[in-house]
């Protein structure tokens, strides 16, 4: 079986644009979760799906970033108005349901914002 | 509040040699605990858990204890290979499983 895929796995922007990134779950994983590791740093969190609405969004850092799981399954982060800082290496997850149940994580995308 | 504070590396070891990798954590109620490990060039894999006081999570020679009383869950494996060349981060899932408090990640390279 699949695991958890992501695209693209890098991304070249200029500050200032926009840009999403997507998430493909497990098949059958209800919780999604979308981290952001910086170098050199553990993974931290940034928004967590059940189903589809957004049950802790606690995480994003401003209002330049956004997510969406409309159907339940695939997810995109959208960061508007990219800042160098935005710079990151994206992870996406996914767990059966989230109750403490084990995360399986996405390759990732590699964002540069130049 | 929740978080887990991790042995700093980079940690270099020769083969054979035993491995103890630090963590400690900061949680409310009962946490489950986690080591995931990250290979070059890879996303990040679950190695073990542990989701109560006492229980030991094990995989592939590697081993860590759930301990409430010292709030720790070191990672431990006797004898390295250099396959294991990676990096380590501890991580917790609080009461609610909205989302895991990473370690910082500690560097591991084995030497021939």
């Known amino acids: ?114 | 509040g929740n978080s887990v504070t991790q042995m700093e590396g980079p940690v270099t070891l020769s083969e054979e040699a035993f491995l103890t990798i630090n963590c400690t954590y900061t949680a409310t109620g009962y946490p489950s605990l986690f080591w995931y490990v990250q290979y070059p060039g890879e996303g990040l894999q679950l190695l073990l858990k542990a989701t109560k006081a006492d229980d030991k999570g094990s995989n592939k020679g590697f081993e860590a204890t759930y301990r409430k009383e010292t709030t720790s869950f070191h990672l431990e494996k006797g004898s390295v290979q250099v396959s294991d060349s990676a990096v380590y981060f501890c991580a917790l899932s609080d009461n609610t499983g909205n989302q895991f408090y990473f370690g910082t990640g500690t560097s591991l390279t084995v030497i021939p």
């Open chain 1, 1 to 114: 079986g699949a695991g958890v895929s992501q695209t693209p796995s890098n991304k070249v922007t200029e500050k200032g644009k926009y840009v999403e990134l997507r998430c493909d779950p497990i098949s059958g994983h209800t919780a999604l979760y979308w981290y952001r590791q910086s170098l050199g740093q553990g993974p931290e969190f940034l928004i967590y799906f059940q189903g589809t609405g957004a049950a802790d969004d606690s995480g994003l850092p401003n209002d330049r970033f956004f997510a969406v799981r409309p159907e339940g399954s695939v997810s995109t982060l959208k960061i508007q108005r990219t800042e160098r800082g935005d710079s990151a290496v994206y992870l996406c997850a996914s767990s059966l349901n989230p109750d403490q149940e084990t995360q399986y994580f996405g390759p990732g995308t590699r964002l540069l914002v130049l």
